[in-house]
């Protein structure tokens, strides 16, 4: 079984800053990608953040660029999201999720976490 932990949400003022982690565990799987998503109530959840596992090359969404920086340690098997200069509009529950290839879209991960909330006050 492959199980993928976030931590670090929580409530914070606008232009403040949180660090979400992600820790995998469990059985060996293929991944190629692993990425942050983001889901409000009433609308679809989006691509945030990724990175290439083998390579550590990274992609964001334009919304968030120059804000956020998402990284992996391959070694303690977990990924990061370095969110600063958070906006009301990052309100969301934060997941991550595993891919066997890489893709911006929900349907290409298989293994998801189970969230962790960011609320951010104006």
């Known amino acids: 079984q492959v199980q993928l932990q976030e931590s670090g949400g929580g409530l914070v003022q606008a232009g403040g800053s949180l660090r979400l982690s992600c820790v995998v565990s469990?059985?060996?799987?293929?991944?190629?990608?692993m990425g942050w998503f983001r889901q409000v109530p009433g609308k679809e959840r989006e691509f945030v953040a990724g990175?290439?596992?083998?390579?550590?090359?990274?992609y964001y969404t334009d919304s968030v660029k120059g804000r956020f920086t998402i990284s992996r340690d391959v070694g303690r098997n977990a990924i990061y999201l370095q969110m600063n200069y958070l906006k009301p509009e990052d309100t969301a529950l934060y997941y991550c999720?595993?891919?066997?290839?890489?893709?911006?879209?929900?349907?290409?991960?298989?293994?998801w976490g189970q969230g962790t909330q960011v609320t951010v006050s104006s």
């Open positions: 990175v290439v596992w083998s390579l550590g090359n990274d």
């Open positions: 469990g059985r060996p799987f293929s991944r190629a990608a």
């Open positions: 999720a595993s891919a066997p290839r890489w893709s911006t879209t929900e349907g290409g991960y298989d293994y």
